[in-house]
């Protein structure tokens, strides 16, 4: 089993929708949550942690934690075309050391 | 927040030649981490890079291929030795710190090699 894994996608969505996003990992132990989003060419930039259970809001952005079932997700509210991308999962093991998932490429359609 | 200088940006190679990247971050860091990510792929830790030991490296990656240095808390290099086809690819060096939205993992610009 994948230390992470999230939906393969592609995920295409219209303008102004809602995106839906999801993640699962493996080791129960883990603490820290992360989304990157990540341009064609271009490094991963964070857009959103979540260390504890619930929902986390930052602007258009919904990180979801469920540590019971392993369980992480992003919603994008209000999609917008400069928001496809590839969002990757990640998660922090041990050691710091960052666990990707392999990414659901999103598109948002105008 | 660390801010990572990496090169080469990227580079076209000879099948059995060696390149060596580098990777200078603008603070000290205990642990410097390399990451391939193959074309539509994820990234995948190749190894991690501690100042004053070997680095760790992850299954699959053995150092005879991927040898790396740590010669001090700020600079690191990962080399991709006897290049074939296969290892073009992204490679992004990689620390862990203290960003605006708390612990993050801060990115290189990526090396984008390819071997022909």
Redesign the interface.
Known sequence: QKEVEQNSGPLSVPEGAIASLNCTYSDRVSQSFFWYRQYSGKSPELIMSIYSNGDKEDGRFTAQLNKASQYVSLLIRDSQPSDSATYLCAVNVYNNDMRFGAGTRLTVKP | SAVISQKPSRDICQRGTSLTIQCQVDSQVT?M?W?RQQPG?????IA?ANQGSEATYESGFVIDKFPISRPNLTFSTLTVSNMSPEDSSIY?C?V?GQ?A?????F????TRLTVV
């Open positions: 642990m981490f990451y792929q994820s990234l995948t830790l991690t992004l990689s862990v960003g939205l708390g612990t993050e993992a990115f290189g610009q990526g």
